[in-house]
Structures are given as structure tokens and as C-alpha cells.
């Protein structure tokens, strides 16, 4: 009973002055709801992220042109490029962790085709390039191994290609124009969607030897895509490869890789560590601002305890010790916080939902997060208010009564 007694004057005592109240719960409020919203919209950017990465293949490993140095200085990356067709030949001889190798030759140019024209970005790429890319064919077919050696002019068209040459028809056996020259349609893609690199769809993909050959010098090829048999033997599939290379380059040992492996593991965890950084720098700033409550808190029950020094002083002169006063003041102060946690929950969905509908962005609401914001606004409480009730606590009865 001395608990619930304790409780009701408290919150009596909050409800008195209901506007004085709820400008002090207003940090709190504010505090709470701005690191769930933060927080939220953190985490669903880097899981979006995460997503993106992992719809560019499965188990995908890069290998890109290295750099070169003149005079002691680096021109940058991919300024020197060794990748060649035969070193594809090669990783699918000798490796023994890798799955599917495909090499990767990019062009662009003008594709003209049923009276429309469209600029895109050419890939040409072996016929295990889907399975390495985990896409799949929509309409019509891919190529085959044999189009590829014989350098046929076939073409797959992504979605965004096939909508904007052909709309709404059905694009599969079609002849279309890219940089005059003539190729033929014999499939679509599944539509992919965005990506950090831009939209996924927005390509056309045709065999390797026919870009290398017909649309680039001829020589060298862009990147290689490799797929590891699982996601555990990555770094020993990316080792494998650098001595595979190594060898087939004629590197001595000491002489720096002439090219730069990636792996889609690398790449999640690189994004991971940005995007949880600054997660956590948002938290950190929101929760600045339930520091800045709990010292309005502080303030209003310091404020609280001279107007309410007689009324202490009845309270002691009939009996109540200090205990009880400070335990009374206490509780005012925690109901201050937990109601303005509790409030800022609120805010802090609304915030977070608000702002995925109109940014068009993900978001994650984590149940530990509003957790440890409602924990630690009512910490707050007790952190601040434990002066403003010892104050109270140590009044002296008399004094307390003649207080004018």
C-alpha cells in the first residue's frame, strides 16, 4: 500500500501541472523517438544494401585489372589490364574451388531497333554468365557454349532494353542494331531492378568472343566473374585464383599482382562496417538529446521541490522520513521519464515509418533498440532526479514550514 500511495501522489502530483509535465518529457520524447527512428532507417539502409550486393550473384568473386606505377607513383586502379581470355581457360583447368568462370568484356553504343533507339551498355560474357549472376531468362533462351566459340551475333536483351526498343511485343527473334551492328534477338531477362551501380535491366549481354572481337580491340578482356563452390571457401577460392593468375602472368615472387580480386563477402562487410558506423553515429547524437531531458528534468524538479517545500515540511512534521520524500520525488521523476519513453516510442514509428514512405527506402525496427531507449530514458530519470530528491530529502521540517 505505501508503494501504490507512493505512486498516485506522484502521479497526481505530474498531472497538476500537465503542460509543465509534458514540456519535460519533451527531451525524452524527442530523445527516444529520434535513436529508433535513426537507428530504424540505419539499419533498413544497410540491410537494402546487403541486398542489392547479394542479388549480384551468388558466391561472386571479381577479378579486375590491377594498377601500375611510373616513377614510384601509382596511376590508380585498373590502370594496367592483363586479363585475357586465356587466363579464364586457365582458372576453369586448374581450380578446384571455384564452380562456374566466366570472363566479361563491356562495350556501349547505340542499339536501333523496330524504329527506336536506346544507348546501353553492352556485356559479353560466357554461357554460365546466369548462373554465376543468379539471374534467368523471361522470355526466349540464353546462348550456348557453341555460340560463343563461333562468335555468333546473338543477343539477350535486360528488361529495361526490351521495354524501351520494343514495349509491350515480344522482342525473341527479332533483329536489332548495336553500333551497326547486325544482331539477333533470342531471349529477355527477368526484370532485377536497381542496384548501387545503377538499373540492372538497362544492358544487353552477348557472347564474349563477338564483343571482344567485333566491338573492342580485341585483346583484353574487363573482369572475370568467378562463383565459389560455397560461401565458406571464398578466401581460399580468391587465393586460389591469385597463384592461378600469377602463374599464368609469369609473376616472380616479390612482383606486386598486375590485377585486384573482390569478393561479394568483402564488399557486404565493407558497406557493413560504413553503414554501422554510421548507424551508431546516429544513435549516439539522438541519444545526446535524452541527456539534454534528463537535465530538463533535473531542472523542473529542483523547480518542483522549492514549490513544494511547506508541503514537505507537513509531510515530515506527520511522520514521513526522508526516505519516503525522497522515494516520493524519485518516483515523480522516473513516471516523467518512462511516460516520455513511452511517448517516444511512438514518435519514433511514426518518424521511422513516415519517412520510409516518403523517401521510398526500407527501414528495421528493432525490438531491442526500443527496449534499451525505454531502459535507459528511465535510467535517466533516476540519474537526474536522484539530486532534486535528496534535495527535498534533507529539508529541515521547520525550516521547510516557515518557507514563504
Known amino acids: 500500500m505505501k508503494w501504490k500511495n507512493l505512486i498516485k501522489v506522484a ?3 505530474i498531472l497538476k501541472n500537465r503542460m509543465r509535465s509534458l514540456l519535460t518529457m519533451l527531451g525524452i ?4 523517438g529520434a535513436v529508433i527512428a535513426l537507428v530504424a532507417i540505419g539499419q533498413g539502409t544497410s540491410a537494402e544494401v546487403e541486398s542489392q550486393i547479394n542479388s549480384l550473384g551468388s558466391n561472386l568473386l571479381m577479378v579486375m585489372p590491377g594498377s601500375a606505377s611510373v616513377g ?3 596511376r590508380g586502379a585498373a590502370s594496367v589490364n592483363t586479363l585475357t581470355l586465356n587466363d579464364v581457360e586457365q582458372l576453369r583447368k586448374e581450380a578446384t574451388l571455384l564452380e562456374n568462370v566466366s570472363p566479361m568484356v563491356r562495350s556501349a553504343g547505340q542499339v536501333i531497333a523496330a524504329g527506336n533507339n536506346w544507348s546501353t551498355s553492352i556485356e559479353g560474357v560466357d554461357a554460365n554468365y546466369l548462373d554465376i549472376k543468379d539471374w534467368a531468362v523471361d522470355t526466349g533462351s540464353f546462348f550456348t557454349e557453341r555460340d560463343v566459340r563461333s562468335r555468333k551475333k546473338v543477343a539477350v536483351l535486360g528488361a529495361s532494353v526490351a521495354k524501351e526498343l520494343f514495349g509491350d511485343q515480344n522482342p525473341v527473334g527479332a533483329r536489332i542494331r548495336i553500333r551497326n551492328i547486325p544482331f539477333t534477338v533470342i531471349g529477355v531477362l527477368e ?3 536497381q542496384s548501387m551501380m545503377g538499373d540492372q535491366d538497362d544492358t544487353i549481354i552477348a557472347p ?3 564483343v571482344l572481337y567485333r566491338m573492342t580491340e580485341g585483346k583484353n578482356i574487363h573482369m572475370i566473374y568467378a562463383s565459389a563452390l560455397s560461401t565458406d571457401t571464398m578466401d581460399a577460392a580468391g587465393e586460389e585464383i591469385a597463384r592461378i593468375l600469377r602463374q599464368n602472368h609469369r609473376l616472380r615472387e616479390g612482383d606486386d599482382d598486375d590485377f585486384r580480386i573482390r569478393s561479394q563477402t568483402e564488399i557486404i562487410e565493407r558497406v ?3 553503414t554501422g558506423a554510421l548507424t551508431m553515429l546516429l544513435g549516439a547524437i539522438a541519444g545526446v538529446s535524452l541527456l539534454v531531458g534528463g537535465i530538463g528534468i533535473m531542472n523542473i524538479m529542483l523547480v518542483s521541490v522549492t514549490e513544494r517545500t511547506r ?3 507537513i509531510r515530515m512534521a506527520i511522520g514521513a522520513r ?8 524519485l518516483i515523480e521523476s522516473i513516471l516523467l521519464s518512462l511516460v516520455g519513453g513511452l511517448l517516444g516510442i511512438g514518435f519514433g514509428l511514426a518518424l521511422a515509418y513516415g519517412a520510409s514512405s516518403l523517401l521510398n527506402m526500407g527501414i528495421v525496427i528493432n525490438p531491442v533498440i526500443i527496449f534499451v531507449s525505454v531502459l535507459f530514458s528511465g535510467t535517466v530519470g533516476i540519474f537526474f532526479g536522484f539530486y532534486p530528491a535528496r534535495k527535498a530529502a534533507r529539508l529541515d521540517p521547520i525550516e521547510a514550514l516557515r518557507f514563504e
Open 208 to 210: 564474349a568472343t563477338t
Open 11 to 13: 502521479y497526481k502530483s
Open 72 to 74: 614510384g607513383v601509382s
Open 191 to 193: 526484370e532485377k531492378g
Open 322 to 329: 526522508g526516505g519516503d520524500v525522497l522515494i516520493q520525488f
Open 272 to 274: 557493413g562496417s560504413v
Open 29 to 32: 520524447i524527442i530523445g527516444v
Open 311 to 313: 508541503e514537505i515540511g
